[in-house]
C-alpha cells in the first residue's frame, strides 16, 4: 500500500495521527504500509487483553459468521445467552445487557439508576437522578457520559451539559459524604481512574464507599471499562476492595479487539421495562462469540496470576527506570501502569519511541508528565524487557 493513495482527508479531523498505516498486527506487534515493525504497548487504549489478532478470536469470528451473524436483538441468540451466563457466574451481578461501546454500557448505567431513582423517590416524593462522579475520571464521549466525566474543560466544551453529576475528589470520602443530597441516586467510578493517569482508589475508599451508599440507600456503580477483563490481574477491579457493586459496565478488553461492552447489574435493581433500553447491535452474536472466546482465555488456570506476576515484573523495571533516570515513580495495578516522569516529557518519549529505527515503539502519554502501559496480558517477559530497554535508551535521548 501506497500512502498517498488515499486521500486522508476524507476522515473527519478528530485527533493527530502520524502519517502510517497499520497493515498487520500480531500478539504485541504492528507492522506499517514500510514494513516497519512496532513494539505496541498501547493495544487500542487497553482493549487487546490477547494482543492482535488472536487465533481464539480468528476462530470465534469465522465460526460464528457461517452459522448467523445478525439474528437481531429482538430474538435470543446463543452465543450471547452464553456469555451472559458466564459473566453472571463469574461475577456478584445476575443481569447483562450488551452494548457495542464503553460509553454506551455507561449511558445505559446512568438510565437504569435514574429509573431506579424515579421507582424510589426522596422524602419530598420527587424523582433522585443525581450521580456523584469524580474529577479525572472518564466515562465516554456521549453527551450524558461527557457531563459524568471530570476530564478538564469538558464541561463547557458541548454546553449546555446534561445535569445531574456533581464532582467529588477521588480517595476522600468525606468530599462524597458532602455532595449526597435527597436528589442522590448513585455514586460512579472507576475503581483505577484510566485516562486520569492510571489513579487507583484505595481499597479503605472503596470499602468506605459501599458502606456509605448503603447508608444512605443509594447505589454504588463501577465502570471497569477500562480496568475489568483481567487488567488488574483480578477478573474484575472490584474485587480488589472485597466489596460488591450493585452496577458494573464493561468495555475494551471484553471483546478483546471487537466492539463490546457490557452492563451488570444486581436482581434489585434489574429495573428495565421492554422499551427502557435497547440497541440495533446489543448482543450480537459475532461480538458475544468473541466475548466467550476472550473470557475463556482469561478464566484458565494460571492465566490471571500470570498478570500479576507480569504487572510486578513490569513495576520492577520501571522502578528500575526511575532510579537510572530520576524520575519520580510507578503506580497501578496488574498490568495497567504507569511511570511518572516529573517533567512533561511524556510527548517527546512517545513520538521518539515511535520513530525509532529498525524497530519502533508505541506508548501512551495522557497526561505530559506521565506515561500509561497497557500491554495484552498475555505477552511475554522478554516484550516487558525489549519495551524497558527501548524506553531506557528514548529517555536518555530526551534527557541528554
Ligand atoms: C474507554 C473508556 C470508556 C469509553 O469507552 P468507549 O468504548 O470508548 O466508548 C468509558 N470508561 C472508561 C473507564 C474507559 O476507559
Redesign the pocket.
Known sequence: MEFNQYDTNALLYITNRPPLVFTEGQGMWLTDHNGKRYLDWLQG?AVNCLGHSPACIQEALTAQAKKVINPSPAFYNEPTIKLASMLTQHSCFDRVFFAN????A?EGAIKLARKWGKLHKNAAGENRYEIITFDHS????TLATMSASGKEGWDTMFAPQVPGFPKAHLNDLASVEALITDKTVAVML?PVQ??GGVIPSSKEFMQGLRALTSKHGVLLIV?E??AGMGRTGKLFAYELSDIEPDIMTL??GIGGGVPL?ALLCKEAYACFEPGDQGGTYNGNPLMTAVGIAVLETLLAPGFLQSVIDKGNYLKAGLLKLCDQHGLEGERGEGLLRALKLGSPIGPKIVELARDMAPTGLLLNSPRPDLLRFMPALNLSLQEIDQMLEMLSAVIKQVKA
Open positions: 487504549w461501546s464503553g460509553a454506551e455507561n472518564f466515562h465516554g464521549r472507576e484510566g485516562e465502570d471499562v477500562q468495555g475494551k461492552a
